[in-house]
Nanobody
Framework: QVQLAESGGGLVQAGGSLRLSCAAAEHTFTYRAVGWFRQTPGKEREFVAS????????SYSDSVKGRFTISRTDAENTVYLQMNSLKPEDTAVYYC??????????????????WGQGTQVTVSS
């Protein structure tokens, strides 16, 4: 059973920063792209960022490009999302996402087989 554990969410003022972490058991992330998605009440879960299996390629939604950075350390079985210059519209539950299949990147929720439990990020104005 694959388990993904997010942490690092919280309350921050606009303009501030947070770093989210997604931890998993050894080798869970090996050879797999990993992604971050987010969801607000009444809306569909949306893509935020993705990183390829070796960390060589990343992709971001237009709304976070230039402010968020995704990274991974497979030695620590962890994927990070560094979020800078946060805005109130970034407020959401953030989910770590993992596919079973080997995609270069993941940007569509239909590619995902495993989700974390989510971590709340709240940005006050």
């Amino acid at each position: 059973q694959v388990q993904l554990a997010e942490s690092g969410g919280g309350l921050v003022q606009a303009g501030g920063s947070l770093r989210l972490s997604c931890a998993a058991a050894e080798h869970t992330f090996t050879y797999r792209a990993v992604g971050w998605f987010r969801q607000t009440p009444g809306k569909e879960r949306e893509f935020v960022a993705s990183i390829s299996w070796n960390g060589g390629t990343t992709s971001y939604s237009d709304s976070v490009k230039g402010r968020f950075t995704i990274s991974r350390t497979d030695a620590e079985n962890t994927v990070y999302l560094q979020m800078n210059s946060l805005k109130p519209e970034d407020t959401a539950v953030y989910y770590c996402a993992l596919p079973d299949r080997r995609f270069e990147l993941i940007e569509d929720g239909n590619q995902i087989d495993y989700w974390g439990q989510g971590t709340q990020v709240t940005v006050s104005s």
